[in-house]
C-alpha cells in the first residue's frame, strides 16, 4: 500500500504542540476516481527535527482537519445582502425563504460545490449539511426524490470535503400547523413518508448519511419518534435546531406544557448521537436533561450574533456532559477559528471574566468532538488509524507571526482565521495546498456566478 510522510513543523496532538512530526499516511487501497479512498495516518513520529527524505513539509501548524458540525449551504447567498436594515430572525427568515424558492439541484449544486470549497479553503475537512430543501418549488417531489441530496453530496465530494448529509424532517409551520408557502418544499408530509425517502440514501465514501429533526415547531411531538428510531436503527447521527429563539421555547410550553428539550426527552431523541443546535435559551432543567444523556451541543456563534439570537449557556453544558461542537450554519461568515474563539471572547463580555475555554478544549471543539458529531468516530485526531484529515495554519502571517510555536494552538484559535490555512488533507489527499484548492481553480469566481444565476 503507497506511503506518504508527512512531516509537520507543528503539530498539535491534542494536549500540546510539539515540533518536528512526521506522519506516515497510507493512501492506496480503495482510491476510486475523484473520491476518497481510505487513506489514514499509519504512525505518528515526534522529535523529527529534519524532513526524511521525500516527505511532503507543511510548514506552520498542523492541526487535525476542522469540523463543520452545521451548514446550510444555500444561506451562503444571502451573506452581504441580509445586513442592511433591522429586524429579528424571523423578518431574516422571510428573506432566506426567497433565495430558497430558487434553487433547482443544478443551482444548488454549482453553489454548495463552490462553499464547500470555500469550505476546504478554511481548513474544513467534513461538512454537516441540515438538508431540508427537499422537494421541487409547490412540493412536487422530483423524479429522484433525493435529487437536492444527492446534489450536496456530489458538491461535497468535487470540493474535496466529507459530508454528513443531516436529512431533515421538516413537516409543520409550527406545532402541527399545515405547511406555509415557502415550506411546501421541505415537507414530505409524514415522518414516515420522510423515513422511506431517505432509506434510500445510501452511506458510501467520503459520505454519511444521518437525520435531523428541523426543530420541535416543525416536527409534531408525536412524529419524533419516528425519526429518533430511524437514526437508532441505523446508529446515525441526529441533529436539532433546539431553543434558538424564545418564541419557540413559548409556543412549545403553551401546546404541550413543557420545554422543548423535555419534549426532546419524553420522545426519545436525546442521547449520545443527538446534537441540539444553538442551545441558546435552556432552563437549568435542560441542561441537566443534556448533560446527562450526553447529548451534544452545536453552537454556530457567528450566526448567533448575526442573528441576534442571544448567547447559549455553552459553559454550563459543557460541565453538565454535552459534549461542544462548532457550525458556521448561515454562513455569515466560514472560519470554524473565528467560531472557536467567540466561544471564549462571548463568556468574556458576559461574565467580565476570562478564562472559560482554553485553545485545546476549543481546538477539541472544532475536530475530534465536531467529527464524533458527525458519525466520523475515527476523524479529528492525529493518531495512528486515524482518517488522514489534517489542516495547516501558518504561524509567519501578518496575523500569527511572533509567538514562540509552544503557543501556536492559543495564536491558532485567538488570532488566526481562515485566510491563514495553507494545506487542507482530506484522506491523504492535498486538496488546498498553499492556499489553492487544487479542483476548484476559482472558488471566489465559482462562489460569485452560482450566486448571481440565484438572482435571475
Ligand atoms: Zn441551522
Redesign the pocket.
Known sequence: MPLTTYWLEHAWLGANVEPGVALDVSTGGSTAGPGFGDGRVSAVRTGVDTPPPGAVVLRGLTVPGLANA?S?AFHRALRGTVQVGSGTFWTWREVMYTVAQRLTPDTYFALARAVYAEMALAGITSVGE?HYLHHAPGGTPYADPNAMGEALIAAAADAGIRITLLDTAYLSSGFGAAPEHHQLRFTDGTADAWAERVERLKDRDGVRIGAAIHSVRAVPADQLATVARWARDREAPLHV?LSEQTAENDACLAAHGMTPTQLLAEHGVLGARTTG?HNTHLTDGDIALLGSSTTGTCM?PT?ERDLADGIGPAVALQRAGSPLSLGS??HAVIDLLEEARAMELNERLRTRTRGHWTAAALLRAATADGHAALGWADAGTLEAGALADFTTIALDSVRTAGPVPRLAAETAVFAASAADVRHTVVAGRHVVRDGAHSSVPDVARALADSIAALRG
Open positions: 452545521h446550510h441540515f435546531h443546535v454556530c450566526t450554519d448561515s
